[in-house]
């Protein structure tokens, strides 16, 4: 049984910052492109960053580039999203997926999903 656990989110204000985890477990996950989506209520789905199974490539939402950063540790079976300069416009559920395509950046090309973090951002 393939199971992501996000964890990490909380409520914060304005400016902080926060680490979310997701945890892997039930496939091979340096075979696996692994990213992060987020859903604020009422809102779609929206990528917010992918990473290569190597660790060899990202990508990011081209609004959240310099603010976040998605890493991956083979060895912990763990993906990473440090998330600096927190905005109240970050508030959302934050997902963690796992696929195998090259297209980091669409929702329809992971194939696992977790269950989220919620990260709530005062002002």
């Not at 199971?3 to 926060?18: C, M, R």
């Not at 091979?28 to 990213?35: D, E, L, Q």
């Not at 917010?48 to 990011?60: C, D, E, L, P, Q």
Request: aromatic share 14%.
């Amino acid at each position: 049984q393939v199971q992501l656990v996000e964890s990490g989110g909380g409520l914060v204000q304005a400016g902080d910052s926060l680490r979310l985890s997701c945890v892997v477990s039930g496939l091979i996950f340096s075979n696996y492109t692994m990213g992060w989506f987020r859903q604020a209520p009422g809102k779609e789905l929206d990528f917010v960053a992918g990473i290569s199974w190597n660790n060899s490539r990202t990508h990011y939402l081209n609004s959240l580039k310099g603010r976040f950063t998605i890493s991956r540790d083979n060895a912990k079976n763990t993906v990473y999203l440090q998330m600096n300069s927190l905005k109240p416009e970050d508030t959302a559920v934050y997902y963690c997926a796992a696929g195998r395509s090259q297209f980091l950046g669409y929702a329809g090309r992971y194939d696992y999903w977790g269950q989220g973090t919620s990260v709530t951002v005062s002002s």
